[in-house]
Structure formats: C-alpha cells, structure tokens
C-alpha cells in the first residue's frame, strides 16, 4: 500500500491542477460569496500552492513560488493564503472525499463491515480571547501563562487511508463522558445515519480499529 501511496503523491505532485480542478475550486469560492482579483495568486494558483507546500513536507514559503513555477515572494504567497476562506478548504476537502465515497463503502470489507483506523492529536493556537472562549486549555497552566489546545481525532479508511472525518474538542468534555469516546463519536456521525446509530446506542468502540 505505501507504494501505492508513493505513486499517487508522485503524480499529484507533477499534475497538482488534475488532481484539484481549476474549476471547483472557483465554483466553491463563489458559492461562498469570496471575492478576488486576477492576478498571479488568485484562489486557484494559491490553493494549488498551498497543496503543494503540504505534500512537500510543509515546506517554507519561501520555496513554494519555486514549486509553483511563478515569480512572485514567499511573502506574497502567505498573504494570498491568509485572504482564503477556511471554509473554502473545508468544502474543498469535503468535495474530494465525496468523490471517493463510492470506492470506499466497497473497499475492503471485515464481513461485510467498513473497517476505520482511528488517530488523535492535539495542537496549542493563538492567545486570542474567542479560542479561549472555545477550547480553554489545560488546568496545568497558570491563567493568563499558556495557550488554548484543542484535542483532535481523526477517522481514515483502513485500505485506502484517505480520510473520513474528523473532530476537535475542547479541555473539558462533557460531563460523564471519557474524551476519547466523546471525539469519536462526533468524528464518526457524519459518515452516514447506521453510524450514528450504532455510536448511540451504547456500543464500546475499539481502539485504533472501529469496525462499521
């Protein structure tokens, strides 16, 4: 499979326009009422960018007007990326998966069952009054001294390992429940109603496989 994996990467990373098309991404800006100017970074070219700086290895800006193959500064760059939506990215994201999930129900079945692996992180933000609001962080740190951290946990397909959906929480779940259990269940309802149903009604999930 990582062969595989090395393959697909490979052919993103010298056709990035085939694998993201020009025209969804410009679809998906109107529908979200995003406005620009033509010029070298427009949405298309810096989305674009921004996928390539990813599969680079987050690469510093600086480099991804080299990869991209346009003279404009790292600089620049950053500013056109900060200009986009997040939202965009989701839909983008969104968009892609979608696409995928015809292959994916079929995909590798366990007896029938959809079979995901399930991974956590979590990451500091900005010392901003609206993610501290949001996220808190952990009782550890003195008030006013540390950042906001969220916990996030993530669902992929365990044969293909594109991924499913995910969810973030904050230092305080709810009461009652394990944060783990609670981001799971969030991260896993979106995928369709049987899941949702399945996670409700007081089935234990396994860690890292859940079954589906």
């Not at 973030?168 to 009461?175: D, G, K, L, T, V």
């Amino acid at each position: 499979m990582f062969g595989n994996i090395a393959h697909a990467l490979g052919q993103i990373k010298s056709d990035v326009a085939r694998a993201l098309e020009p025209g969804l991404i410009v679809r998906v800006c109107r529908e979200l009422g995003h406005t620009w100017r033509n010029r070298q970074l427009d949405p298309v070219s810096t989305v674009q960018a921004f996928l390539l700086q990813v599969l680079h290895g987050n690469t510093a800006c600086t480099h991804v007007p080299h990869l991209l193959g346009k003279s404009v500064t790292g600089e620049a760059y950053g500013m056109a990326r900060a200009r986009l939506p997040l939202e965009l990215f989701e839909r983008l994201l969104g968009e892609v998966c979608n696409s995928l999930r015809g292959c994916l129900d079929e995909s590798a079945r366990w007896f029938g069952h959809r079979v995901w692996t399930v991974d956590g992180s979590s990451c500091s933000m900005p010392d901003t009054p609206e993610l501290q609001a949001a996220f808190g962080q952990p009782g550890q740190q003195a008030p006013d001294c540390g950042f906001p951290v969220t916990h996030l946990l993530t669902l992929f397909h365990a044969s293909t390992a594109s991924w499913a959906s995910r969810a973030a929480r904050s230092q305080a779940p709810a009461e009652g429940v394990r944060p783990d259990e609670q981001a799971t269940t969030r991260a896993a309802q979106s995928l369709d109603s049987q899941t949702t149903n399945r996670l409700t009604s007081g089935h234990s999930l396994p860690s890292p496989l859940v079954i589906l």
